[in-house]
């Protein structure tokens, strides 16, 4: 359907996890912001609409993207999603993994997409262990609820991407970052 955007979300049931609720797809008419509760107010500016790249509208010549989310659900439709767009994953299900990833040096990261809320290691935690290692690659938080204002003006997190994810806006802002 021409002009409508891709959304999808999981659903979560008491004691059963989560399950995948699929693709909705959203008339062009309805498709805007989240709500305003959802955006913060920031020094610098969190994209909503407009995505912005960071330090250079090019990238750094990767499209390797690494993925910190706790929900396999959540994790594994965002890889696909982004695989199809040509761009490399790694995954990591926790902060710590994430951590892990970053010691080995095996990958040169274009962007991290960062759930704050996350058992273990969580983001916030992930973003003070990783400072040095995380100089100049940008951070898109990956959440549902208001960002605090020390994450907010953290000079490495550079966008929002609000759950539910809208798959399109998902892809742009990757882009905005990689190239």
């Not at 010549?61 to 659900?73: F, Q």
């Not at 994953?89 to 759930?115: K, M, N, R």
């Amino acid at each position: 359907m021409r002009g409508a955007a891709r959304t999808f979300s999981v659903r979560a049931r008491k004691g059963a996890g989560t399950a995948p609720v699929g693709w909705q797809t959203l008339s062009s008419a309805w498709h805007s912001p989240p709500p305003l509760a959802t955006w913060a107010q920031a020094r610098t500016r969190l994209t909503s609409g407009d995505v912005q790249g960071s330090a250079g509208i090019q990238g750094n010549g990767t499209r390797t993207v690494l993925l910190v989310e706790d929900d396999d659900d959540v994790r594994e439709v965002v890889e696909q999603i982004l695989t199809e767009e040509g761009f490399q994953v790694v995954s990591a299900p926790d902060g710590g993994a994430a951590l892990e990833v970053l010691a080995q040096g095996h990958h040169q990261f274009c962007t991290i997409i960062l759930d704050l809320l996350m058992p273990g290691v969580d983001g916030l935690e992930f973003l003070d262990r990783a400072r040095d290692r995380l100089r100049s690659t940008p951070v898109l938080v990956f959440s549902a609820t208001l960002l605090p204002s020390h994450v907010r003006d953290d000079p490495r997190v550079k966008d929002l991407i609000p759950k539910p994810v809208d798959a399109d806006v998902l892809v742009e802002k990757i882009r905005a970052h990689c190239g």
